[in-house]
């Protein structure tokens, strides 16, 4: 089909495969142009997988490219956009931390081979015990995988362990990975002496990144009600909580706040 002949609608939930099937050489190559993540559509097997799951919102995060650059792109082709898009930051997954046991996948293999590892990756997450996490290896971020088991009820964390090398963590909720007591050996912290005072406390992990305001903020106050003294809290947030701190000062918490390029992190304790 021509580009001239193409009328058609677009949305950020409009799947890949539905644009694919208009003009599959030209559209992959504008996107390619665009972004040279979208390369992996020219890959049969992954395009296979990937393009009849993956929205076009989900399409432009794994790419890394915005909705409104991915609109532009298409719109000399005939497409058109339904709105204009509202940008979203690209939100980090929580931060993985230390379980009982990491069961390995790597599916690598499954899709060189040409093959959908879907009811495999499903299978050995079912089959997951409390404590045990399934990390599965791939070359990009699973983006409809992660929506789907989330889906079924369970959360993801992801490391991008390289440029084509990212492992994503499965685990059922009743596991409670975002404030699992950990041991101050396990973190990374360096600011003004705020190591050797964080070993005074047993530490509550929480990343709240993910989350729109004001949901951190009455996260944060939560835990904080049922907080022991000898205990603290350690969050993972996307900006200063401005609003915050003084809320904290009027019940008698103490903190200490050190930035780095991944996140701002929030000490939080008793004095």
Known sequence: MEPSEIHIVLNANSLISDLLKYNEELIIQKLTELNKNFNRLKNPVLRKVLAKRVSVAQACRIAGCSLNEFFDVLRPLGFKAAHEAVEVDRLPLPLAASFTKIIDLDVRPILAAGNDPLKIILTAAAGLKNGEVLKVINTFEPVPLISLLENKGYRSFMDIAGPELVNTYFLKNEAEPDELIMNISEL????????????????????????????????ILDKLETLKTTEALYVWHRKVPVHLLPVLKERGFDFRIMETAEAVILFIYRP
């Open 188 to 219: 990374s912290v360096e600011a003004d002496g705020l190591t050797e005072l964080m070993k005074a406390y047993q530490l509550h992990i929480m990343d709240v990144r993910p989350f729109q305001m004001p949901k951190p903020m009455t996260m």
